[in-house]
Structure formats: structure tokens, C-alpha cells
């Protein structure tokens, strides 16, 4: 297994290479002269070269390169040009609301989603499972927007369930306050396409020789689909599970945003308003990395659960 995990992660140098240069290139050639972001509409030529010396903008593009591989290396991407706290400051502070809504969200969907995918697989075919296929597609025809206006009116507003918006100091407040509705709006959402997709994986293996084989030993058809279509079927959910966590970060911004929950996704929103290309670029390196990271994770354990595979 070591010499696998070794080998992957020389294999990510040169996707980091390539996820670096193009962010560069993104943020420096077609993202335009920062110093005219800062200096404002009325300002003069001479503020305008003092803020690109300020930047480091005014050097060749090699040095500017280097810089930013340097701010990569050693974690430190100056400062917040909108607010004037240090970048790393700020993701760290934005990291733990993200993870408050994120961390319970991802175990429960993933947790639910199973059970009722092995659930409609012992009645595959039926009336049963068109009816849950049918009421999947009508969810995910329903936009986010609908789902948190409804929710947020209704269970908060109205029946005064839930908070309609806010975040305090504590986890255990947070968790058990501000977090519920959110990670309900997000189930509410992200249930049936999952739902859908771990399905099929089912399906596929309730469907494979080796199922069949056990049916034909008279084994029960819980354990077949528990011990045999599970433990298989677990293989592509891992390597789902692993691949929608970094995006989940920052997809999350309409949440964070509606519900005023100090996260990742809203930091990035108001980044993206006030052109602060420090936060930017930090979070799009960052999240880049965690992608694959995760990746790397997503591989390991497919190696540990899959049977077929053979650890280095």
C-alpha cells in the first residue's frame, strides 16, 4: 500500500503544476491590472504604478510566478486587499461554519441514501420503486432557490421551527440552533440524485454472476444484498462520496449566503464582489489540492474494500 500512496503523490506534482500555471495565467493574463481595482476610477497614474510596485505586479512574469509558488509552498497569501486581514486568517476562520453544515449533511445523505438504495433494491421493479423513481425526478426538477424560500418561510418564519438566519460562537449552538434547517434545505436537495445514482450501483451488482451464485445457494436474500451487492456496491459510492466533498465546499455558497452562515461559499461570493484576488486565488489553490487529496483517499480505501484488488 505504500509504495501505491507514494507513487500518487508523484503523480499529483504535475497536476499541481498544471492547476498552478493556470490560475496564474488566469488571474494575471485574462483577469486584467489589479492596481486599477484598487486605485479606483479617479486615481492618478502615479498611485496607480505605487499600488503594482505594492503588488509585485510591476515585475516580469517569471518573478511573479515564483512568487505565487512561494505563497503556495509557505501557506501565506498576503493579505485581504478588501479587508486587510491575512488570507490564511480568513479561510481558517470560514473553514469551521463550513464544516458545521457540510460534515453533518455529508453523513446523513450518504447514511440515508444507502438504506433507502438497498431498501428499493429488494423491490426492484416494482410499484414501489417507479413510484420513488418518479418523486426523485420531480425533486430534482425543483431549484435550491425554491427549496430554501419554502423551507426558510415556512418552518422558520411561520411555524418558527428554526432560526431564519444567524450563526453564534459555540459548536454545540450552532449544532444544535443554526445548522438543523440548512442541513435539512441540503438534504431536501441532494437526497434524490444520490438516491437515483446509488441506486443504479445497486442495481449493477444485484445483477452481477457472483449475486446469482449466492441466490443459487439458497442464501437469503438479505444477506445477498447486505454481505455480497453492499460490500461491492460500496466501491463506486466511496469514489463519489470523496469526489463531491471539495466541491461541497463551495457549493454550499446559497446556504451560507440566505442563512448568514460566516462559511467558505460566502467568502467566496464576497470575494468575487469586492475583486479580492488574494482570497481568490487561495481558495481555488486550496480547493484544488483538497480535490485531490481527496482523490488520493478515494483510491485507498477502494483498495482496501475491493476484494479483487491486491495492496502493493
Known sequence: MLPFVLRRLWQMLPTMAGVVLLVFILFNWVGGDPAYVLAGKMSSAEAIAGIRRQLGVDEPYHVQLMIFVQQIAT?????????????????????????????????????????????????????TDRAVMVACTAAMSVSILVYIIAFQYGLAYRLGLFPVQGWGDSLAENLLRYAPLPILIGLAVSVAPTLRLYRSFMLDEANQDYVRTARAKGLPERRVM????????????????????????IGAFLLERFFGIPGIGREVILAV?????????????????????????????????????QPA
Not at 447486505?226 to 465546499?249: C, D, E, F, G, K
Open 226 to 249: 447486505w454481505v455480497h451487492v453492499l460490500r461491492n456496491a460500496a466501491i463506486p459510492i466511496i469514489t463519489h462520496v470523496m469526489a463531491s466533498l471539495p466541491a461541497l465546499l
Open 75 to 127: 501557506f501565506d497569501f498576503g493579505q485581504s486587499w478588501a479587508t486587510g486581514e491575512p488570507v490564511g486568517h480568513i479561510i481558517a476562520s470560514r473553514l469551521g461554519p463550513s464544516l458545521t453544515v457540510l460534515v453533518p449533511l455529508t453523513i446523513l445523505e450518504t447514511a440515508l441514501c444507502i438504506a433507502l438504495a438497498l431498501a428499493i433494491a429488494f423491490v426492484r421493479g416494482s410499484l
Open 273 to 309: 464582489e469586492r475583486s479580492d484576488f488574494p482570497v481568490i486565488k487561495a481558495i481555488t489553490v486550496y480547493v484544488a489540492v483538497a480535490t485531490m487529496v481527496f482523490n488520493l483517499l478515494a483510491d485507498v480505501l477502494y483498495r482496501i474494500v475491493d476484494p479483487r484488488v
